[in-house]
């Protein structure tokens, strides 16, 4: 299931390449290679490649390319443009939004102008940053940060322990909806990681969401299944990714009973008694913090999916009335997604009268909050409403 969100086209390549791996050197040191001799080429969207050629060994990040021949292994400067696939096609390209680099901000409100440049063009800061791997865009502070505060929010973490526990970036996400005109502070990680850091100078990266993504409090508190699909079918509208669902971030909790509604819940009976006391064993232990459940969404079809039914059926007869859900999306633009945020074909982004008044925006000339002092003491902070237990 979770190749379903890292897309098709690089697990095609790691699958070409898993005949020979092993862990490998530093790429610091990439060679630039004249024309395109004959030899094996691979690209790494996300994730880590491994090319393998007599002991030595080339481990490939995301945005890095490898080349292999008779000759050996090596990482290469510049991708030839075959690569890019399918970035380079026409189609990727009027989807995608303007890019310009971070060393264009030259406002003395960095935050802001990264803020009306995507509101306003649109247009997004490149390279994007892999967050998962500890990168971020920049270094703001709390003040800066804090003029964007609202209450929504397009994730919910898993309930009962720390949020930044685990492999969690210590950097604070920001995602902007220019479908929406919302920006939303992930404000679960505001105040643990000013006390974490032990300062109000955030390393902060920035989410640029396609034109048709809304936050999951754009349904309001008590968001179901039905709303969501609904959305997504007619409107071609879809919920932003979470950051971690691996770490138990989830979009939604629907009941028992919705579950039963659209998908095939098999009785306790028809489970067999070893699994359900292994599904009990780890429920008992660590709940739906180490994994939600999956539903997946699909545009051409209208249907839904779901990842693990059994264990649906196994929570429900633990006293689970309902269970941290993530949602997925698969669409028409699905392989041209992962070039950069944009505005998808057939879409012209979030319309409708559900669509919710923008969100946080400052006006030119608006004063910054003043400064919030040192970092708290502890870090909680009020979550934003979720859907009932």
Not at 141 to 155: C, D, G, H, L, T
Not at 200 to 214: A, K, M, R
Not at 259 to 278: G, N, Q, S, T, W
Request: hydrophobic share 35%; net charge negative; aromatic share 10%.
């Amino acid at each position: 299931m979770y190749g379903l969100n890292r897309k098709l086209l690089p697990a095609m390549i790691v699958a070409a390449l898993a005949v020979n791996t092993a862990y490998g050197q530093s790429n610091d040191d990439c060679e630039e290679i004249q024309g395109n001799p004959p030899g094996l080429y691979t690209t790494t969207d996300e994730g880590r490649t491994y090319l393998s050629k007599d002991g030595e060994v080339v481990e490939l990040a995301a945005g890095e390319t490898g080349f292999a021949d008779k000759n050996g292994v090596k990482c290469i400067t510049r991708p030839p443009k075959f690569l890019d696939w399918p970035c380079a096609t026409d189609a990727a390209q009027s989807r995608m939004f303007n890019t310009y680099p971070l060393e264009d901000l030259t406002s003395d409100n960095k935050m802001k102008e990264v803020v009306e440049r995507y509101f306003d063009v649109p247009e997004v800061i490149a390279p994007i940053p892999n967050w998962i791997d500890g990168e971020y865009h920049g270094i703001f502070s709390y003040s800066n940060i804090i003029q964007f505060a609202s209450p929504e929010y397009w994730y919910l973490p898993a309930e009962g322990v720390p949020i930044l526990r685990g492999k969690r970036p210590h950097s604070l996400q920001i995602a902007l909806f220019v479908g929406t005109n919302q920006v939303v502070i992930d404000n679960y990680m505001l105040d643990p990681l000013r006390k974490d850091l032990g300062t109000n100078e955030l390393p902060v990266t920035f989410v640029f969401n396609d034109s048709n993504s809304v936050p999951i409090s754009y349904f309001g508190a008590n968001v179901s299944l039905e709303e969501v699909s609904k959305a997504f079918n007619e409107r071609a509208i879809k919920v932003a990714d979470v950051p971690m669902w691996w770490q138990g971030d989830h979009h939604l909790k629907p009941t028992i009973e919705e579950f039963e509604k659209y998908f095939d819940i098999p009785p306790l009976d028809d489970i067999p008694a070893d699994k359900v006391a292994l599904m009990e064993q780890d429920l008992e232990e660590y709940a739906f913090t180490r994994k939600p459940i999956i539903v997946v969404m699909f545009a051409e079809s209208g249907t839904m999916s779901i990842d693990q039914p059994q264990r649906v059926r196994v929570a429900a007869s633990m006293g689970y009335t309902s269970i941290p859900t993530v949602i997925q999306f698969i669409e028409q633009d699905v392989q041209l997604a992962r070039c950069g945020p944009g505005t998808p074909t057939g879409s012209s982004g979030v319309s409708g009268s559900t669509t919710p008044i923008g969100g946080p925006t400052v006006p030119p000339g608006a004063a910054s909050p003043p400064d919030p002092g040192e970092p708290p003491a502890s870090g909680v902070r009020p979550p934003p409403p979720a859907s009932p237990s």
